[in-house]
């Protein structure tokens, strides 16, 4: 397919485990995003790239969170000693030119549970 | 900072009535505008965009939205809604220039259709 596709869907952690999740934009795209989804809310962002870049990672909640693209391509966000409050979907977008308001094209999510 | 409002959590309607989700946001400057549709376990598919100009858009499946700037609102319409558009809804805006990658999405509009 020709979208954005993430993996794992579903991940289940112990509090205190690290995780790392996955992003595979689509081919071409300069941008990807990162968003985090709570439940009963709205995609709330978290950080973003042009190519491997990271311009802006003013919406990670912590110094837990740390986010990579090293060859401006797949990208992944990674948790590290992971808490019940990092439990939500974890949205990735990419977006195909570096300027303007195009777009968004998004993942289907990867859904991070935290026991 | 930017934020939006989706005032009803919750809507039901009989398949083929129509349809208004509302939207208001708020920002110093005409942001740019989105509607997004999110169906379970999907990601984030954009339905329509307003960027200037004519400030009624066509989306995609049918739906329109009005760009009110007196009333700093964004509504979305169906005229005869399917029961394929249960799903939930999202408002999203963006800033009018510098940093214009950022999308602030509101909590959502959760559709219900009654066959």
């Known amino acids: 397919g020709a979208g954005v596709s993430q993996s794992p869907r579903y991940k289940v952690a112990k509090r205190g485990q690290d995780v790392a999740l996955r992003c595979d934009p689509i081919?071409?795209?300069?941008?990807l995003f990162w968003y985090q989804q709570a439940l009963g809310q709205g995609p709330e962002f978290l950080t973003y790239?042009?190519?491997?870049?990271?311009?802006?990672k003013s919406g990670l909640p912590s110094d837990r969170f740390f986010a990579e693209r090293p060859e401006g391509s797949v990208s992944t966000l990674k948790i590290q000693r992971t808490q019940q409050e990092d439990s939500a979907v974890y949205l990735c977008a990419s977006r195909g030119v570096m300027g303007g308001p195009n777009e968004q094209f998004f993942g289907p999510g990867t859904r991070l549970t935290v026991l | 900072a930017q934020s939006v409002t989706q005032p009803d959590i919750h809507i039901t309607v009989s398949e083929g009535a129509s349809l208004e989700l509302r939207c208001n946001y708020s920002?110093?400057?005409?942001?740019?505008l989105f509607w997004y549709v999110q169906s379970p376990g999907q990601g984030l598919q954009l339905l329509l965009k307003?960027?200037?100009?004519?400030?009624l858009v066509q989306g995609i499946k049918g739906f329109e939205a009005e760009f009110k700037r007196s009333q700093s609102s964004f509504n979305l319409r169906k005229p005869s809604v399917h029961w394929s558009d249960a799903a939930e809804y999202f408002c999203a805006v963006a800033p009018s220039g510098a940093g214009s990658y950022q999308l602030t999405f509101g909590k959502g509009t959760k559709l219900s259709v009654i066959p």
């Open positions: 081919s071409g795209h300069v941008s």
């Open positions: 307003y960027f200037s100009g004519d400030t």
């Open positions: 790239f042009q190519n491997e870049a990271q311009l802006d």
């Open positions: 920002y110093g400057a005409t942001p740019y």
